[in-house]
């Protein structure tokens, strides 16, 4: 830094405010300084910097299951969110919900001295072992989420499905059947529970329910049953990959969709409006998340104290795989 400072014609501090874009440096000086920090191939040290500051600027993160569509978008998020607010994202992916392993991956953040950690671990037993942890550092929550939990964000999954079911029960149909996803989920069992209030709310019985395992491969198997029952005109899928094989299942019997059955998704994942036909779906406030969970981590080390939940609303993007039910 005081090689910089010297080519720059500036104090050592002048540096410093440049290279933590203080307001107070004239644009001028600011200029000089960037130069002679291209012109020298300066970089920051990050550990003097921890050791100076007794800060790291690091966040760490736990998630599993980053191939599905949501948990890895919510780690995208998380790391923008992180980078915007000048922190770091460490991210350390668990494969299966062993104690040891979670203690493990929390061992490795906290090597690297992270200042927080943000978990996104949806499975009912990893999620109970992660609350029950006891670290030197805040822990933020960002899957599987329910009101009234101290230091976590997340999205109503209960109203996302709600409004999925709502829709299809708008549209005319009576009774709307539900391909779950695994319900040692949490967020399996909080779509599930939508789609019942739905129709309780209505005085309705919901239609069947098939289970899922969140891969087109269990959809399209719950597909071949819901089209061999006849009474079945719309479905309430849990996820968007498993929607796509109910489809197909369905294409194969010649159930026509919309003018046959009806097919709501959930995720709004970047390939929905091209399936055949264009998929209606729950989007997911992933970014407004990221941003949410590291804000709370960022009061969490400002003092601030109490629960602190923050759930966010879904909303419903209507497609061309739902309409009226059947004439019959």
Do not use: C
């Not at 874009?21 to 644009?27: I, P």
């Not at 019997?253 to 097919?263: T, Y």
């Amino acid at each position: 830094m005081a090689d910089v400072a010297a080519l720059a014609g500036v104090s050592h501090q002048t540096v410093s405010r440049v290279l933590n874009d203080a307001s107070l440096v004239k644009e001028a000086t600011r200029t000089r300084v960037l130069d002679a920090i291209r012109e020298l191939g300066y970089r920051r040290n990050s550990a003097a910097r921890s050791l100076a500051t007794n800060r790291s600027g690091r966040i760490g993160m736990i998630s599993a299951h980053l191939a599905l569509h949501g948990p890895s978008m919510i780690a995208v998020a998380v790391q923008e969110a992180g980078h915007d607010a000048g922190y770091d994202v460490s991210l350390v992916g668990v494969s299966d919900f062993a104690p040891e392993s979670l203690q493990g991956a929390v061992d490795r953040l906290l090597d690297e001295a992270v200042e927080a950690l943000v978990v996104a671990v949806a499975h009912r037993d990893a999620r109970e072992r992660a609350l029950s942890l006891d670290l030197p550092v805040p822990m933020v929550l960002v899957q599987g989420v329910s009101a009234g939990q101290a230091l976590a964000a997340g999205i109503d999954q209960e109203a996302g499905a709600r409004l999925a079911t709502e829709h299809l029960l708008d549209l005319g149909h009576r009774h709307v059947a539900h391909v779950t996803g695994p319900l040692a989920w949490v967020e399996a069992g909080q779509r599930r529970a939508g789609w019942h209030q739905a129709h309780e709310r209505r005085q309705l019985l919901p239609g069947p329910e098939l289970a899922g395992d969140w891969s087109a491969g269990s959809g399209y198997r719950a597909g071949q049953r819901i089209a061999e029952d006849p009474e079945v005109t719309a479905v309430f899928v849990a996820n968007d990959a498993m929607a796509l094989g109910v489809l197909k299942a369905l294409h194969e019997h010649g159930r026509a969709v919309p003018g046959d059955i009806s097919v709501v998704g959930f995720d709004d994942v970047p390939e929905a409006a091209y399936f055949w036909p264009g998929l209606t779906t729950v989007s997911q406030a992933f970014s407004e998340l990221g941003r949410s969970a590291v804000a709370l981590a960022l009061r969490a080390l400002g003092g601030e104290s109490g629960p602190a939940t923050q759930l966010l609303e879904p909303t419903l993007v209507v497609r061309g795989s739902t309409g009226s039910p059947p004439t019959r």
